[in-house]
């Protein structure tokens, strides 16, 4: 009996933590998440362009900032691409 009990409540407890992650999931990459996303690459873009237009740039600081510029560019793609499938399916 006891064993029951601990199962169902292990059961519904996790099957909360799943919802509850992916609603927060879902509403940080749709309007906060895209919004930071954009700012960050923006900073790394800009920061990247005046590193590289100094006389004393750096290889190896160049190369850090581009790998994490990569996957920002990849977020803020699948960001506008998620967006434009929104609206075109309300219309």
Same mark, same amino acid.
Do not use: Q
């Given at each position: 009996? %006891? =064993?029951?009990?601990?199962?169902? =409540?292990?059961?519904? &407890?996790? =099957? /909360? ?8 999931? /879902?509403? %940080? $990459? ?5 919004? !930071?996303?954009?700012?960050?690459? #923006?900073? %790394? !873009?800009?920061?990247?362009? !005046?590193?590289?237009?100094? $006389? +004393?740039?750096?290889? +190896?600081? !160049? $190369?850090?900032?581009? &790998?994490?510029?990569?996957?920002? #560019? ?13 609206? =075109? &399916?309300? %219309?």
């Amino acid at each position: 009996m %006891l =064993t029951a009990i601990v199962t169902v =409540t292990s059961t519904a &407890s996790s =099957t /909360t933590a799943v919802s509850s992650a992916i609603s927060i999931t /879902t509403a %940080l $990459s749709v309007g906060i998440g895209g919004a !930071l996303i954009a700012i960050l690459l #923006i900073m %790394l !873009l800009s920061s990247r362009e !005046l590193i590289g237009a100094s $006389s +004393k740039t750096s290889k +190896k600081i !160049l $190369s850090s900032l581009d &790998s994490a510029i990569a996957p920002l #560019i990849v977020v803020f793609a699948l960001t506008v691409v998620f967006k434009v499938i929104e609206v =075109t &399916s309300g %219309l």
